[in-house]
């Protein structure tokens, strides 16, 4: 009886021994992740991931951008009094931050990236659940439910980011076609307007040419007058110039009356 319960004993060691080693050799499923959240001096909020923090720098993968973004910032970037450090293990973060970056994925902005950074979170936390101790299959099974359901999401972004194209697409060249419309009734416009002024500088040039041809009809009386007394100037100065010739060739008289004596 003695002996049977040494072997009993003994086995129960051998085994509590055997428990404890392998929970020993095993990778630990969750590591702790600390989520850095605050404001810097210029009133930029940031949060995500610490990766390396001293008392000059924190490196950080920042979780409010997508995709994530690895930032180094110095101490004295950040604003006083505003960091704030959450632990926690890095399954639950897993957990927690996968349906975030899923939630954002239906924003059109950057989903691409979003609907990645979720599959890749609930994958690592089904690798996580998958190395611990005792893996719980319905857990595992939840995680592999959410993946599906983020990749039948991806899918459906897929078929309405190309129906967003289209429309815009099809919107842009509506608005093209109406402002080709628009550029085309301002050329008519504009071919209106240009063949008035043309009309009215063709009336004016008209005019000024009937003007320019008085003016030369004009200039050319002006010229015959002028060229007549020119002629009659030299004319003139021709006969002057005879009846100097005339009175310097006759002798001088000189007539004297004669006085009258008074009664």
């Known amino acids: 009886m003695t002996n049977k319960y040494l072997l009993i004993t003994a086995g129960a060691i051998v085994c509590f021994f055997s428990v404890l080693h392998a929970q020993t050799e095993q990778p630990k499923p969750n590591g702790n992740v600390r989520i850095k959240t605050f404001y810097l001096r210029n009133g930029r909020l940031i949060m995500g991931r610490a990766i390396l923090e001293d008392k000059n720098q924190i490196t950080i993968e920042e979780l409010n951008l997508s995709p994530i973004a690895v930032s ?8 006083s009094g505003t960091m704030h450090t959450q632990v926690m293990s890095e399954l639950d973060y897993c957990l927690k931050f996968a349906p975030h970056f899923a939630a954002k994925a239906w924003d059109f902005k950057n989903d691409p990236d979003d609907f990645i950074q979720a599959i890749r979170l609930y994958e690592k936390a089904k690798q996580l659940l998958s190395q611990a101790p005792e893996p719980d299959p319905h857990q595992i099974s939840e995680i592999d439910q ?12 897929i078929t309405e980011a190309k129906s967003r194209a289209e429309l815009s697409k099809l919107q842009t060249q509506a608005l093209i076609d109406q402002r ?3 550029l085309k009734q301002e050329i008519t416009n504009n071919t209106a307007e240009v063949a008035a002024i043309r009309q009215t ?12 041809s008085d003016f030369d009809k004009i200039f050319e009386d002006l010229y015959r007058t002028l060229q007549q007394l020119a002629d009659d100037i030299d004319a003139n100065t021709a006969d002057i110039r005879e009846l100097r010739r005339y009175y310097r060739q006759q002798p001088t008289r000189i007539y004297i009356q004669p006085n009258k004596q008074p009664r």
Do not use: G, N, S, T
């Open 201 to 212: 500088l063709d009336d004016q040039y008209k005019d000024l040419e009937r003007r320019i």
């Open 146 to 157: 959410k993946i599906a359901m983020v990749k039948a999401d991806r899918q459906i972004w």
């Open 180 to 182: 080709m419309d628009e």
């Open 72 to 79: 180094m910032y110095a101490r004295k970037q950040i604003a």
